[in-house]
């Protein structure tokens, strides 16, 4: 079989095309279903039991594994599910794979689902042009999608063809008698094989063949199967090349789950192969050969990965906890959900209230870390640097309009339920809040534009221009930081408060000092007109900011006296 350079070429665009499409399917995902799809995946991933059961529904449906925990990766990567209920539908899915072994090995059943890749780009191609963003995103998502199979559909035609070349792998039969040593060389092979054909399915037919030959044993056959279960996780760590840290664990939890399973069959490997012989035997009664190592080999395939949901089901913290210590969250990585308030039933009002308070306090700090970015662009040099840190004011800002979104939403929820008339006043307040709190991430993008017009003349402020927007960004800074305060207790005393008002007074006085002096620096020449406008921009910028920040120590202070009253 003749392998090239074109070949390998070919099977490198095609892993392009496949991430393209998971970065295109989770950015479409995430501007069109945010609500609507959590709600419906925090339904059906309530409990460990029924996240297992959607991912063995899924797979069995598009009858591949890798495509169910690439689909789970952008789930996790757009926000739309935790950790923890993602572990359990890639269980799910380890089982729904081996559904697709069993069609093969008794229908020869397969859908392709490539086939309706292009006819999906059909209908996606009109929404794409749409005027309507809803719509636009949609079509969005089905691209991606359809990219996505394409690309998979592309590995897969593009790795070396071993199924129709089995002879290739003739030369195994060297290493079949060396005991237990044997096992671990073929589970190797395995895990190999599926790397390059990017399809258990495909190592499945491989095995069967070298299994009906007579080149290997049924228990290398198996070994091998343990392999393809080790193989297949790499595609959903391709995927999560691309994506954020919590993808990035999703992924490692599908790879940790599948080798822990391995190890420990691998103890109790004989004993597990009689099992599965006796199984088979005895509720099947295959009559050839070649029928009962293909019975067997599935029957394996699904007995091992059932065994292993069934252990593992009760570990699923525990294997969070071990890839969030292994992938640690890098510094621009935001979850672009809630902390606090969880979808499903709502609980009582008072702790409803309790939870969206602790939100609207993370809220505030994400703020005052967006002001902090705001800071360093002023002084970033390296263009690399400064788009980076720019990127991550853009996505902050979406953040911030989602916060703002589900917490209005999930306090609206609270106030349908039966309240004291306190109460209502809080979520009042507490809406209030929430609306002052986003204008204050809008007002910290503001800046962030502003220095990257600033930037874009290539121009510079002067020395003195520069020691006052540090005074008034550091009087923000405060400002924000004393809000923190107010937020995290509204129950502290009114020197909180005060404090705030003195701040933003001297904020004002400041601004009004400023904007006197700029004309006079502009008709003396200091600086020109345009410098002139971009400064006085940043100053009046963080004014607002600072007005913002009262609006939301005064809803917090109404919350604190309707508590006391």
């Not at 419906?40 to 890798?66: D, E, H, K, W």
């Not at 029928?291 to 593992?312: D, E, P």
């Not at 999930?410 to 349908?416: G, I, K, W």
């Not at 007002?443 to 874009?456: G, P």
């Amino acid at each position: 079989m003749e392998y090239s350079f074109y070949d390998f070429l070919k099977l490198i665009g095609s892993l392009g095309l496949f991430l393209y499409g998971m970065k295109i399917m989770s950015e479409g995902l995430q501007k069109v279903a945010g609500d609507r799809l959590r709600s419906i995946l925090t339904a059906m991933t309530t409990n460990r039991v029924t996240g297992v059961l959607t991912g063995v529904l899924i797979t069995a449906l598009i009858q591949s594994s890798s495509a169910t925990t690439v689909m789970v990766v952008s789930f996790v990567n757009a926000g739309l599910l935790t950790l923890a209920e993602s572990i359990s539908v890639i269980m799910g899915a380890n089982i729904g794979t081996t559904v697709t072994a069993w069609i093969i090995s008794i229908f020869g059943f397969k859908v392709d689902m490539s086939a309706f890749a292009l006819p999906l780009l059909a209908f996606a191609l009109p929404l794409i042009f749409s005027n309507k963003s809803n719509r636009k995103s949609i079509g969005e998502f089905i691209f991606g999608f359809s990219f996505l199979f394409m690309g998979l559909s592309f590995l897969k035609n593009n790795a070396p063809d071993l199924n129709a070349n089995p002879d290739m792998l003739a030369f195994v039969q060297n290493y079949t008698d060396m005991g237990f040593f044997s096992v671990l060389l073929f589970l190797f092979i395995g895990t190999i094989l599926t790397m390059i054909v990017q399809a258990s399915a495909a190592t499945m037919a491989i095995t069967l063949i070298m299994c009906a030959n007579g080149w290997i044993s049924l228990e290398l056959g198996a070994a091998l199967v343990l392999g393809e279960n080790i193989g297949t996780t790499i595609t959903a760590n391709l995927a999560a090349l691309t994506a954020n840290s919590q993808a990035k664990r999703a992924a490692l939890a599908h790879f940790v789950f599948n080798v822990f399973g391995v190890i420990w069959v691998l103890i109790i490997f004989h004993p597990f192969m009689e099992f599965v012989n006796w199984v088979v035997d005895t509720f099947f009664h295959p009559g050839n050969s070649e029928v009962a190592i293909s019975y067997k080999l599935s029957a394996f395939h699904s007995i091992f990965n059932i065994c292993n949901v069934c252990l593992l089901i009760w570990g699923v913290k525990l294997i969070e906890r071990t890839v969030c210590a292994i992938i640690r969250p890098k510094e621009e990585d935001e979850e672009p959900r809630l902390r606090f308030i969880t979808g499903g039933m709502l609980s009582t009002a008072e702790l409803s209230i309790l939870q969206a308070r602790k939100e609207i306090h993370l809220f505030a700090e994400r703020t005052h870390r967006m002001f902090g970015m705001v800071q360093d662009l002023l002084h970033t040099d390296k263009d690399d640097d400064f788009n980076k840190v720019f990127s991550r004011v853009e996505k902050y800002e979406n953040i911030s309009d989602n916060m703002e979104l589900e917490i209005a939403n999930y306090l609206n929820q609270v106030s349908e339920g039966r309240l004291s008339s306190e109460s209502k006043l809080q979520i009042r307040a507490m809406l209030r809040e929430v609306t002052e709190i986003e204008s204050i991430g809008d007002s910290c993008y503001n800046l962030a534009r502003t220095i990257n017009r600033k930037r874009q003349t290539n121009q510079d402020f002067t020395e003195k221009q520069y020691e006052h927007i540090h005074f008034m960004m550091k009087l923000t800074n405060d400002a924000l930081e004393q809000m923190i305060v107010v937020v995290e207790k509204p129950e502290h005393h009114s020197i909180d408060v005060n404090k705030s008002f003195n701040i933003e007074n001297e904020i004002n006085n400041y601004r009004n000092q400023l904007k006197n002096q700029n004309i006079l620096d502009v008709n003396n020449k200091e600086y020109d007109y345009q410098m002139g406008v971009y400064y006085m921009d940043i100053i009046a910028e963080c004014e607002k900011l600072g007005d913002y920040v009262v609006n939301v120590v005064e809803a917090s202070s109404d919350v604190k006296e309707k508590k006391q009253s």
